[in-house]
């Protein structure tokens, strides 16, 4: 190892951590990469795919000469409509009621 190879790895650092922060900060930029996204929201690139092959409520997505892009508007009402319900908003006596035919 020579002497500018930690230095290199620290701006490489810094630079992927500059680049993170500035996809955090451009919510006006309308179209995301996978890349991209996968870093604003912290999920891996393979879960985002998962997400688009949905058969149920898939994330919206384009496909532009090979390349699948998100609208930044659109993911963050796709994480709003999947958000997890604390367990006393949850009515389970109507659950158990629907279930058991009770409710009609």
């Known amino acids: ?61 384009a496909r532009v000469c090979g390349k699948l892009l998100v609208r930044w508007s659109e993911f963050d009402n796709y994480m709003d409509r999947h958000r997890v319900q604390p367990l006393a908003a949850i009515n389970l006596d109507r659950i158990v009621q629907d279930v058991l035919g009770e409710g009609r």
């Open 1 to 61: 190892m020579t002497s500018d190879q930690p230095a290199s790895q620290a701006a490489l650092a810094m630079a992927s951590s500059t680049h993170m922060e500035d996809v955090r900060e451009k919510p006006g930029r309308e179209w995301l990469g996978l890349r991209e996204l996968s870093m604003y929201a912290n999920v891996s690139e393979r879960t985002l795919r998962a997400w688009i092959r949905s058969p149920r409520d898939p994330l919206p997505a």
